[in-house]
């Protein structure tokens, strides 16, 4: 198993720019959610979703839009990117709830300039 | 809202030595607490867990403890070794009305010197 993978590794974008973070996990896990780590802030909940064509959101999603058409893949879309989004970006999958072990992607630093 | 608070930011301890995280938690209905560990460049990796049914598990060098009264909990590593350098993250499952969430700490950043 790969486990939960993630592309890009890295991504410089401008203000105004979209772009969508990858994610996909081969666990066959129903819930998969997506992380903002800051520094001295931890992790924060963007959005999650319970299973495939479900979504919702969590502690800070806005100036982001998650789907979940397939239960392997749950991409992050940033619209129209803003410095304040400058963090690194992880996912996590498991099993069916919040309370089972997560498993974290990698990890994808991005810089919004 | 739900907050964990986390202490200390930063550990330094000689290998060998015993290290101790410690974290409280604002929700009284909280239930699961699980520990991350994240190495440098990397995700954060679960290395043990409690659920509020016990109040101590242990793994090896790694032990958990859970005091529930005083909605707290804490990470002890013994005979610590080079390896467990990294960033350290605890965690409390939150019932935070239409959302149920991990609440994480601000992580501590444990050096063990050789």
């Known amino acids: 198993n ?3 993978t993630q592309t890009p590794k890295f991504q410089v974008l401008k203000t105004g720019q979209s772009m ?3 994610c996909a996990q081969d666990m066959n896990h129903e819930y998969m959610s997506w992380y903002r780590q800051d520094p001295g802030m931890g992790l924060r909940l963007i959005h999650y979703s319970v299973g495939a064509g479900i979504t919702d959101q969590g502690e800070v999603p ?12 749950f ?3 940033l619209l129209s990117a803003a410095p304040s989004q400058t963090s690194v970006y992880f996912c996590a999958s498991s099993d069916r709830w ?16 | 809202g739900e907050n964990v608070e986390q202490h200390p930011s930063t550990l330094s301890v000689q290998e060998g030595d015993s290290a101790v995280i410690k974290c409280t938690y604002s929700d009284s209905a909280s239930n699961y607490f699980p520990w991350y560990k994240q190495e440098l460049g990397k995700g ?9 049914n016990v109040g101590e598990k242990k793994d090896q060098r790694i032990a958990v403890t859970l005091n529930k009264t005083a909605k707290h909990f804490s990470l002890h590593i013994t ?3 080079p390896e467990d350098s990294a960033v350290y993250f605890c965690a409390a ?12 700490g601000t992580g501590t950043l444990l050096a063990v010197q050789p």
């Not at chain 1, 806005?62 to 893949?73: A, L």
């Not at chain 2, 954060?44 to 509020?52: E, G, H, T, V």
């Not at chain 2, 239409?98 to 609440?103: D, E, H, P």
């Open chain 1, 2 to 4: 790969a486990g939960v």
């Open chain 1, 20 to 22: 969508t973070l990858q």
């Open chain 1, 62 to 73: 806005n100036g982001y839009n998650v789907s979940r058409s397939t239960t392997e893949d």
């Open chain 2, 93 to 104: 499952f939150s019932y935070g009305g239409a959302t149920n969430k991990l609440i994480f």
């Open chain 2, 44 to 52: 954060p990796q679960l290395i043990i867990d409690i659920r509020s």
């Open chain 1, 98 to 113: 919040t309370t089972d072990t997560q498993y974290f992607g990698p990890g994808t630093r991005l810089t919004v300039l």
């Open chain 1, 75 to 77: 991409p992050l879309r």
């Open chain 2, 79 to 81: 005979e610590t070794q």
